[in-house]
């Protein structure tokens, strides 16, 4: 499924079918989304490679005389970020959501629906720009389309309506990677050991980690048979997120460095690097 944009969110909801139609008009009908979450409230981090999974789930209030069958209409909510009417990006569902009533009046229906985001970075995600909080959208379509030729006359009209933003949105953020290597080994206590390493993130334009500088990390040692880090110090990235510092050494254990992360770029915690304290 290619990236859409929310002007022609019914064209995501075609795809749930496979249809495909040009832009025409329909009635607006009364729907109301409200108590939208994406991903129970929690940033999503994305690597370069792996497709991340995100649960949205709101509430859907319809006219009780609508059905909404996902065949000539749908209804879901997207993700995008930039503006309703101009998004920079956008994420629809690429399956129908699951939506189970909760009360019903004479006029209305009330549902709680649930659906997915299926978001694998090499199709969704294209630049450092796509690292933001994005906004949610609750978005119908309606098809009306004639495949019958035999008259010599076939027709496509959809339409659309869009309903954002909604909820607190979500955060997307660019995976990161830590390393660590403490040298020399074995070492005698007392003298000073060297611990190189480097920070990287995704970036989604190349397909590939890449350095991140200037950025705040923090040493931490383990002792042996110790079962908690403490911290040594702050180290800050340098030229291709290269880390690098000096402490003593005083006894055998694992050295790491971890990134608490940032707004845009998700934690990182190095694999423990052992060191023989002789």
Request: aromatic residues 8%; hydrophobic residues 35%; contains cysteine.
């Amino acid at each position: 499924m290619r990236k859409l944009a929310i002007g022609t969110a019914v064209s995501g909801a075609l795809a749930l079918t496979g249809l495909v139609a040009p832009a025409a008009s329909a009635a607006t009908p009364d729907l109301v989304f409200s108590n939208v979450v994406v991903n129970k409230g929690k940033a999503v981090v994305i690597g370069t490679a792996a497709t991340v999974k995100v649960p949205v789930t709101y509430t859907l209030t319809r006219p009780a005389d609508l059905t909404i069958d996902y065949v000539n209409n749908f209804a879901a909510v997207s993700i995008y970020r930039g503006s309703l009417k101009s998004p920079g990006n956008e994420i629809e569902p690429e399956t129908a959501p699951t939506c189970t009533a909760t009360a019903t009046t004479d006029t209305t229906v009330t549902e709680a629906c649930t659906e997915t985001l299926t978001i694998a970075p090499q199709d969704y995600l294209y630049e450092a720009a796509d690292a933001t909080t994005w906004k949610a959208a609750g978005f119908y379509g309606k098809v009306d389309q004639d495949n019958d030729d035999s008259d010599g006359h076939i027709s496509y009209n959809y339409g659309y309506d869009a309903w954002g933003p909604l909820g607190s949105g979500v955060q997307i953020k660019r995976a990161a990677k830590a390393t660590a290597d403490a040298s020399p080994e074995p070492v005698k206590k007392g003298k000073t050991i060297t611990v190189t390493g480097k920070l990287t993130r995704a970036d989604w334009a190349s397909g590939k980690y890449v350095g991140y500088a200037s950025q705040k990390t923090t040493l931490q040692f383990r002792a042996k048979n110790a079962t908690t880090y403490t911290t040594v110090k702050t180290v800050t990235s340098g030229t291709g997120g290269a880390l690098k510092t000096t402490t003593t050494a005083s006894k055998d254990g694992y050295y790491r460095y971890v990134f608490a992360g940032t707004t845009t770029t998700g934690s990182a915690t190095a694999a423990g690097d052992f060191i023989d304290v002789q």
